[in-house]
Protein backbone atom coordinates (compact mmCIF):
# COMPACT_ATOMS: atom_id res chain seq x y z
CA UNK A 1 0.00 0.00 0.00
CA UNK A 2 2.66 2.26 0.87
CA UNK A 3 3.83 2.36 -2.56
CA UNK A 4 0.47 3.76 -4.25
CA UNK A 5 0.16 6.15 -1.18
CA UNK A 6 2.05 9.08 -3.13
CA UNK A 7 -0.28 8.41 -6.56
CA UNK A 8 -3.52 8.42 -3.87
CA UNK A 9 -2.45 11.96 -2.49
CA UNK A 10 -1.87 12.83 -6.20
CA UNK A 11 -5.01 11.39 -7.72
CA UNK A 12 -3.67 9.52 -10.05
CA UNK A 13 -5.15 6.35 -10.93
CA UNK A 14 -2.69 4.96 -13.27
CA UNK A 15 -0.30 4.55 -10.08
CA UNK A 16 2.58 4.70 -12.45
CA UNK A 17 4.90 7.43 -10.75
CA UNK A 18 7.80 4.54 -9.70
CA UNK A 19 8.05 3.54 -13.17
CA UNK A 20 8.07 6.97 -14.82
CA UNK A 21 10.71 8.05 -12.20
CA UNK A 22 12.60 4.80 -13.54
CA UNK A 23 12.26 5.28 -16.99
CA UNK A 24 13.33 9.22 -16.38
CA UNK A 25 16.40 7.90 -14.32
CA UNK A 26 17.19 5.03 -17.39
CA UNK A 27 17.07 8.27 -20.20
CA UNK A 28 20.27 10.19 -18.07
CA UNK A 29 23.16 9.77 -19.42
CA UNK A 30 26.52 9.33 -18.44
CA UNK A 31 27.77 13.01 -19.01
CA UNK A 32 24.18 14.63 -17.43
CA UNK A 33 25.19 12.67 -14.30
CA UNK A 34 28.52 13.39 -14.33
CA UNK A 35 26.80 17.34 -14.58
CA UNK A 36 24.83 17.02 -12.20
CA UNK A 37 27.78 15.80 -9.72
CA UNK A 38 30.18 18.17 -10.39
CA UNK A 39 27.55 21.15 -9.78
CA UNK A 40 25.52 19.37 -6.43
CA UNK A 41 28.60 17.78 -4.76
CA UNK A 42 31.87 19.50 -5.72
CA UNK A 43 30.58 22.52 -6.69
CA UNK A 44 27.90 22.58 -4.05
CA UNK A 45 25.79 24.66 -6.51
CA UNK A 46 21.66 24.09 -6.35
CA UNK A 47 19.03 23.52 -3.88
CA UNK A 48 19.97 21.47 -0.73
CA UNK A 49 18.15 20.66 2.41
CA UNK A 50 19.46 20.29 5.81
CA UNK A 51 16.60 19.33 8.32
CA UNK A 52 17.33 18.33 11.91
CA UNK A 53 14.62 17.13 14.45
CA UNK A 54 15.37 16.82 18.04
CA UNK A 55 13.74 15.00 21.14
CA UNK A 56 11.34 16.00 23.92
CA UNK A 57 12.59 19.24 25.60
CA UNK A 58 15.60 19.74 22.91
CA UNK A 59 16.02 22.22 20.82
CA UNK A 60 15.19 25.12 22.47
CA UNK A 61 17.82 26.56 22.13
CA UNK A 62 19.41 27.57 18.49
CA UNK A 63 22.63 26.50 19.45
CA UNK A 64 21.53 23.00 19.38
CA UNK A 65 21.09 22.83 15.82
CA UNK A 66 23.98 22.69 12.84
CA UNK A 67 24.21 26.23 10.93
CA UNK A 68 26.41 25.84 7.88
CA UNK A 69 28.46 28.49 6.55
CA UNK A 70 26.73 30.08 3.65
CA UNK A 71 23.02 28.39 4.26
CA UNK A 72 20.22 30.25 5.06
CA UNK A 73 17.84 29.14 7.94
CA UNK A 74 14.26 28.69 7.55
CA UNK A 75 12.38 28.38 10.88
CA UNK A 76 9.87 25.98 9.13
CA UNK A 77 9.03 24.06 6.33
CA UNK A 78 6.14 27.13 5.06
CA UNK A 79 9.23 29.91 5.22
CA UNK A 80 10.68 27.40 3.08
CA UNK A 81 7.95 26.98 0.39
CA UNK A 82 7.33 30.18 0.21
CA UNK A 83 11.20 31.49 -0.85
CA UNK A 84 10.66 28.44 -3.36
CA UNK A 85 9.79 29.20 -6.87
CA UNK A 86 6.24 28.43 -8.33
CA UNK A 87 6.59 26.03 -11.73
CA UNK A 88 3.35 25.00 -13.09
CA UNK A 89 1.62 21.50 -11.75
CA UNK A 90 2.05 18.90 -14.43
CA UNK A 91 -1.76 18.61 -15.73
CA UNK A 92 -3.06 15.13 -16.54
CA UNK A 93 -5.92 15.39 -19.21
CA UNK A 94 -9.04 13.42 -18.31
CA UNK A 95 -9.09 11.56 -21.96
CA UNK A 96 -5.24 10.24 -21.02
CA UNK A 97 -6.71 8.30 -17.93
CA UNK A 98 -7.19 4.69 -17.92
CA UNK A 99 -10.94 3.70 -17.52
CA UNK A 100 -11.65 2.04 -14.41
Known sequence: MDLYT????RDNMRFDTCERL???L??????QL??????AVIKQQG???LSEI?????GKDPAD???PAGWTMFPDASALQQAL????????RVEDRPEP
Request: aromatic share 8%; net charge negative; proline share 5%.
Open 22 to 24: IAR
Open 65 to 67: YAH
Open 6 to 9: GDLD
Open 34 to 39: SEYYQQ
Open 47 to 49: LAL
Open 85 to 92: PVQPKETE
Open 26 to 31: RALTQS
Open 54 to 58: SGVGA
